[in-house]
């Protein structure tokens, strides 16, 4: 059983910058593959960011150049660092993890574990 905990969600103006965290923790090795996923009101959930066992990341073709996933083992925490933000990028963001794979896909259905999520509003 892994638990995740996001933070650093908030209100911020278009071209705005902010830092997620999420803690994870609860599986004998920690350094299973990650990713930050999104879900808007009305939408489904989408995958943004994914790093893999070996660092390897990839990112949803919205996001690439202005968001950069990474990783510490040491303190069990997975970032997400946006910048650019824009009201497009408005939702609520979760981190998940895959452990027992070594591989981060962008499709969410391949996560078991998942944290209660961390709200990000951008204003126009």
């Known amino acids: 059983q892994v638990q995740l905990v996001e933070s650093g969600g908030g209100s911020v103006q278009a071209g705005g910058s902010l830092r997620l965290s999420c803690v994870h923790d609860?599986?004998?090795?920690?350094?299973?593959?990650l990713g930050w996923f999104r879900q808007a009101l009305g939408k489904e959930r989408e995958g943004v960011a994914t790093i893999d066992s070996a660092d390897s990341t990839n990112y949803a073709d919205s996001v690439t150049g202005r968001f950069t996933i990474s990783r510490d083992n040491a303190k069990n925490t997975l970032y997400l660092e946006m910048n650019g933000l824009k009201p497009e990028d408005t939702a609520m963001y979760y981190c998940?993890?895959?452990?027992?794979?070594?591989?981060?896909?962008?499709?969410?259905?391949?996560?078991?574990?998942w944290g209660q999520g961390t709200q990000v509003t951008v204003s126009s």
């Open positions: 998940a993890a895959r452990p027992g794979f070594l591989s981060a896909p962008l499709d969410p259905s391949r996560y078991a574990y």
């Open positions: 609860g599986y004998t090795s920690t350094t299973y593959p």
